[in-house]
């Protein structure tokens, strides 16, 4: 049975996943957006050092004002509303609540967030990559020993690499490479969070109707948040890191497996089993057709002739030699598809990108 139908049969039996979410700035918004539009689950309580802004980005993504007005999440539970408070540690010893989505991108607290889920016995989404980068195992090994599953949060391209990167593994093939795409040039470390928006693509207007955050978006810009999730990525999967850091070669999206093979075989990684980020612009920053920016990508290789002709006949797109072939997502949505972990965590008791 799929994720859907499981869900629809939670809400027929009146039986919803109970979700407590910590923090609801950009991130936390586009989750709160679908929460709505998905069976089976009921936003318990929402905890945010400014209940006042995480009401302006409820209504902001069209939430009923008079689904808020819970006093507690007592009443929150039997109203099928939600509670919004500054103190987390009560929605996360709450015990109605199943699921911790920990959405604050503060990853010192982050880890106090979690640590405490799991003493409470709830499991977590952790869209705070920072701290799984820094902690990530630590977390799954607690997570196990309290009996609760940890997650990294589907949407977010860790979460989506791994994916690809159990797919290539569960397939039968040996993982190459994997990694996400990236807008990137040298230069870009020198921006600050007064000329990112130039040079990321958007408007100072557009950033301001999204309540977008320019440090953080500066962070991706300069390489910072790449390299982050690329830790997170290596952590989880246990493939390796390039010695001298993130390349960022230019290709697009025929390119990858071209790009995406070691350089003994004409690529440009030191070695096979690597996560690396593909820019999408090339040096002299012309923009690339067709580039992977936004989305995610996994370089496999046929080892033996019979795979590489399979490849062949089935018109995969591969690197000249035929061997090298790359799956590749060109998109990703952030919040608006953390449902996923959320479902699977609950209805499978299996985490997304771990």
């Known amino acids: 049975m799929n994720l859907y139908a499981k869900l629809l049969k939670r ?32 936003l318990v309580g929402i905890a945010d050092l400014s209940p006042s802004a995480a009401r302006t980005n409820l209504a902001r993504v069209g939430w009923d004002v008079e689904k808020t007005q819970a006093k507690n999440f007592d009443q929150a539970i039997q109203e099928g509303s939600t509670c919004i408070t500054e103190d987390w540690q009560s929605l996360v010893r709450h015990p109605a609540i199943d699921i911790v989505v920990e959405c604050t991108g503060s990853p010192l607290h ?27 195992p630590l977390l799954a ?106 390349l960022y070669p230019p290709a697009s999206v025929e390119d990858i497996p071209f790009v995406t093979r070691p350089i003994s075989e004409g690529g440009m990684l030191e070695r096979k089993g690597m996560v690396e980020v593909i820019s999408s612009l090339e040096a002299d920053g012309r923009k690339i057709p067709y ?30 030699s035929g061997r090298y072939f790359t799956l590749y997502k060109r998109w990703h949505l952030i919040g608006l598809e953390v449902g996923v972990s959320v479902a699977s965590v609950a209805l499978r008791n299996e985490p997304t990108g771990v």
């Open 291 to 320: 580039d992977i920016r936004m989305g995610v990508w996994v370089t496999v290789e046929a080892e033996t002739d019979y795979i590489k002709n399979c490849f062949e006949e089935y018109n995969a797109h591969t690197d000249p």
């Open 110 to 136: 982050a880890v106090d967030h979690i640590l405490e889920a799991f003493a409470n016995g709830k499991h977590v989404v952790n869209v705070t990559v920072e701290a799984d980068a820094f902690c990530g």
């Open 11 to 42: 809400q027929a039996d009146n039986r919803p996943i109970r979700i407590g979410l910590i923090g609801a700035g950009k991130f936390g918004s586009m989750y709160l957006a679908q929460i709505p539009r998905t069976p089976g689950v009921h």
């Open 141 to 246: 090994s607690r997570a196990a020993a309290a009996g609760v599953i940890y997650s990294l949060a589907f949407g977010d391209q860790p979460a989506l690499i791994c994916d690809l990167v159990d797919w290539a593994r569960t397939c039968g093939f040996p993982v190459v490479a994997a990694g996400r795409g990236h807008k990137w040039l040298p230069h870009f470390c020198e921006s600050t969070p007064e000329t990112v928006w130039g040079h990321y693509g958007l408007t100072p207007e557009q950033a301001q109707r999204g309540g977008l955050n320019p440090k953080m978006f500066n962070s991706f810009l300069d390489g910072s948040k790449p390299s982050i999730e690329s830790t997170a990525v290596a952590n989880a999967t246990g493939l390796g890191v390039p010695s001298n850091g993130l």
